[in-house]
C-alpha cells in the first residue's frame, strides 16, 4: 500500500472531533498537579473503556494507564502523552478557563492550570485510539496508547518502566510521542537526532549567620552571598561552555529571610540548567559546585552548601532511520511539515520509556498558536515574543486545526509502522 494511502485511511475513519472538543475542554477545566492525576485517569480509562476495544491497564506508577489493541501479527506501537498540569493561575479569560487550586507536595494550597498543552496530549490520543480502532481492517499489528503521570517533575516515565510496565503490555518495537508547542497551528515539526535538551534542577542551600539588621558585622550575610552565586553563575554559559554548543543556567528561585531588618541564617537557590552534550553537562555541573563552594567560603559560611537535584530530564533523541520514516509520511500528509525544526531547550521525559529497554523512539511537534495570530507576528504587526508560549498563565492553543493536526500526526505514525 503506497504512502498516500495513510491520508485516505484517516479519511475513512470519519471519526467526529466534536465530542473531542468538548472533552478537551473538559481536562482544560480540571487540571491536576503532578503524582495527583486520578480524576484526569479514571476519565481517560472509561473513555478507552466505553471504545471497546482496548485492554486497559492502570495504576502503573501512579496514575499512570495504558491501553492495548492487539490486531493481528505485525509490529507493536507505543503512543504516549502526558496527564498532569502545573501550579499556574490562568489569566487566558477563555470560558472554559480552569479555578482550579490544589494542595503541591508540600502542602501549599496552589492554583493549577493546563499551561503546557497535556490536555491536548490527552485527548489526541484519545481521539487517534478510536480513529486506529475504527480502521482495523487496514493495518496490522499491536497499539499500545500510554497516559503518563508526573511529566513535569520528570519521573512519570521512569516510575511506569519500574512498576513493571513491560511485564503488563506487549514491548513495543517503536515508542512515539509529540508536543503541542509556540508554533502555527496546523503546522507539524521534527527533526532526526536530538530534539530536546537533557534538563537537570537542584536546590542549593547557602548557609550564613543570622542577626540584627542593624549589625551586620556580627552575622555572615546569606542574601549577600547568594547574590554573588547568581551572578557568577551567570558566567558560566557565556565564558566556560563552547559558543558552537547549546546550554542554558537559569536561576529560577531565590528565597531568603523573612523580615526587613533581620539578617537570616540561610538562603536557597534553585537552579534549573539544560545541555544536549554528557560532557557539557558534567562541565555546567562541576562549575556549579566550584562557584558555590568558592562564594561561600570568600563569605566565611560556617558551614559547606548543600546541593539538592530536585529532577533530571534526559535528552530527547529521534532515531535518525524512524525518524526519516515518520518524516515522509508527515511530508506527504500535512501541507506545513518541517523536517528540520529547530532543536529546542525545552525538555521532556517521554524517551525514558525507549532508552529504558533499547527501543528506538521519536518525538515531534504540533503547532498550537492560532494562524492569524501567528501571521500577524511573521508580519511583524505583533511582536512575536508578545504571543504566549507553554508555561505562560496565557497559553491557550487554539482548538483547531491543533487538534485535528495532533490525532492526524498519532495516526499517520503508527500507521508509517502498522500498515497492511
Given at each position: 500500500m ?13 471519526v ?13 477545566t480540571h ?7 486520578k ?40 503512543l ?10 490562568e ?18 494550597e496552589?492554583?493549577v ?12 490520543l ?45 514491548m ?6 509529540q ?128 546541593f539538592?537535584?530536585?529532577r533530571?530530564f ?28 529547530p ?39 505583533i ?7 507553554n508555561h505562560?498563565?496565557?497559553?491557550a ?19 508509517t509502522?502498522?500498515?497492511?
Amino acid at each position: 500500500m503506497a504512502k498516500q494511502r495513510l491520508s485516505d485511511i484517516l479519511a475513512a475513519a470519519d471519526v467526529d472531533l466534536n465530542p473531542y472538543e468538548a472533552l478537551y475542554k473538559h481536562f482544560h477545566t480540571h487540571p491536576e498537579l503532578s503524582l495527583q492525576e486520578k480524576a484526569t485517569s479514571e476519565r481517560i480509562a472509561s473513555h478507552l473503556c466505553q471504545l471497546g476495544s482496548y485492554e486497559v491497564q492502570t495504576n502503573i506508577g501512579g496514575y499512570g494507564l495504558v491501553g492495548t489493541l492487539k490486531n493481528g501479527p505485525g509490529k507493536a506501537i507505543l503512543l504516549r502523552a502526558d496527564m498532569d498540569a502545573l501550579p499556574v493561575k490562568e489569566l487566558t479569560g477563555l470560558p472554559y478557563a480552569s479555578s482550579v487550586t490544589m494542595a503541591d507536595a508540600d502542602g501549599n494550597e496552589k492554583p493549577v492550570m493546563h499551561a503546557c498543552g497535556h490536555d491536548m496530549h490527552i485527548t489526541c490520543l484519545l481521539a487517534a485510539a478510536e480513529v486506529l480502532a475504527r480502521t482495523r481492517n487496514a493495518w496490522s499489528g499491536t497499539l499500545i496508547v500510554l497516559f503518563q503521570p508526573n511529566e513535569e517533575r520528570g519521573g512519570g516515565a521512569q516510575a511506569m518502566v519500574d512498576d513493571g510496565l513491560y511485564s503488563k503490555i506487549p514491548m513495543p518495537d517503536y515508542v512515539f510521542g509529540q508536543h503541542v508547542m509556540r508554533m502555527r497551528a496546523g503546522s507539524v515539526g521534527s527533526r532526526p537526532g536530538t530534539i530536546m535538551a537533557a534538563a537537570d534542577s537542584l536546590k542549593i542551600t547557602l548557609y550564613g549567620r543570622g542577626g540584627h539588621g542593624s549589625q551586620p558585622h556580627q552575622t555572615v550575610d546569606p542574601v549577600l552571598l547568594a547574590a554573588h552565586v547568581v551572578v557568577r553563575l551567570q558566567g558560566i554559559v557565556s565564558r566556560e561552555v563552547d559558543a558552537n554548543d547549546l546550554a542554558v543556567v537559569t536561576v529560577g528561585s531565590l528565597q531568603a529571610g523573612q523580615t526587613e531588618n533581620i539578617i537570616a541564617d540561610r538562603a536557597e537557590i534553585g537552579i534549573d540548567f539544560r545541555t544536549v552534550k554528557l560532557e557539557t553537562r558534567e562541565k555546567i555541573l562541576a562549575a556549579i559546585r566550584r562557584i558555590v563552594e568558592a562564594e561561600c567560603v570568600a563569605s566565611g559560611s560556617p558551614k559547606p552548601p548543600l546541593f539538592t537535584p530536585t529532577r533530571r530530564f534526559p535528552p530527547t533523541d529521534n532515531d535518525k532511520h524512524v525518524a526519516s520514516q515518520l518524516a515522509a509520511s508527515f511530508a506527504d500528509h500535512f501541507e506545513d511539515f518541517d523536517g528540520d525544526t529547530p532543536r529546542t531547550n525545552v525538555s521532556e521525559d517521554f524517551s525514558t520509556l525507549g532508552t529504558s529497554q533499547g527501543l528506538p523512539c521519536s518525538f515531534w511537534f504540533i503547532g498550537g498558536i492560532d494562524p492569524g495570530l501567528w501571521d500577524k507576528g511573521q508580519k511583524n504587526e505583533i511582536p512575536m515574543e508578545e504571543i504566549p508560549g507553554n508555561h505562560s498563565a496565557l497559553f491557550a492553543p487554539v482548538i483547531q486545526p491543533t487538534m485535528k493536526t495532533g490525532v492526524d500526526a498519532l495516526c499517520i505514525a503508527a500507521l508509517t509502522f502498522l500498515k497492511k
